[in-house]
């Protein structure tokens, strides 16, 4: 009899740990929803930024003016090719091959507005086209490598996107030839990628959100030098989890 009650005693015990367990990992499932939730959200302020909008739309007014009509309808298809797939219907998950369209179309509605004083290159397997990552994971690191850093070197600029399969993962990269980050703008970066700080365009958002995704193995690294450019990995996994 004693040992029945012992055993009741025990199972009970073990069912309470198992509850805890579960609402724990209940609370954590829904911490990074609302994580996942407020990344999105501040990477897409970052694509409805005011000046970008005011500019493109100012671009394509001067254009109409100017008679460069062919122009004008090019950029306007490019802007809206570019919100279309920022917005994606609600979706946080996307192909890669969408993401680079839209990355592609802000590359191209930045350069009809800076002429030959940039330029760009896109490296994407055909086999990687159909891999999913959460949307605006590259434009806001090309985005950031022309504001801080090809827009303020003299010369032309250049931007490479290159996206490679290492074994189950894939990894892209965003380089360009621009001035580079200072050594203490650099530590002020990785401590924040490390910690979660909001510092840099968008770049912090971009690796906790694949850390989410994809685990705490994956995201951002960043490698520059001052005078010489910079460097931008993204690594994440094939498989995407909790989707």
Not at 82 to 88: E, G, M, T, V
């Amino acid at each position: 009899m004693k040992k029945n009650q012992n055993n009741e005693k025990k199972f009970s015990q073990q069912m309470k740990e198992m509850q805890k367990e579960l609402e724990e990992l209940r609370r954590e499932l829904e911490r990074e929803k609302e994580m996942r939730r407020l990344g999105q959200l501040e990477l897409l302020q970052v694509q409805v930024d005011p000046h970008f909008l005011y500019n493109t739309l100012d671009a394509i007014v001067w254009l109409v003016e100017a008679g460069k009509q062919q122009e004008a309808v090019e950029m306007l298809s490019q802007l809206s090719l570019f919100f279309r797939i920022a917005l994606s219907k609600g979706q946080d998950i996307i192909r890669l091959k969408e993401e680079i369209d839209h990355t592609r179309s802000y590359m191209n509605i930045q350069r009809m507005c800076y002429g030959d004083s940039m330029d760009y290159e896109i490296v994407l397997p055909k086999e990687l086209e159909e891999i999913r990552l959460p949307k605006l994971t590259i434009q806001p690191l090309v985005e950031n490598a022309l504001y801080h850093g090809t827009r303020e070197k003299r010369g032309k600029s250049k931007i490479r996107i290159i996206c490679s399969e290492q074994g189950e993962d894939v990894l892209i990269v965003v380089e360009d030839n621009g001035r580079g980050m200072e050594p203490k703008q650099k530590v002020k970066l990785e401590k924040a990628l490390q910690k979660g700080g909001r510092v840099g365009f968008g770049l912090t958002a971009v690796h906790e959100r694949v850390k989410l995704y994809f685990g705490k193995e994956y995201g951002v690294k960043v490698d520059s030098e001052y005078g010489k450019g910079t460097r931008v990995e993204v690594r994440f996994s094939k498989e995407i989890r909790g989707v």
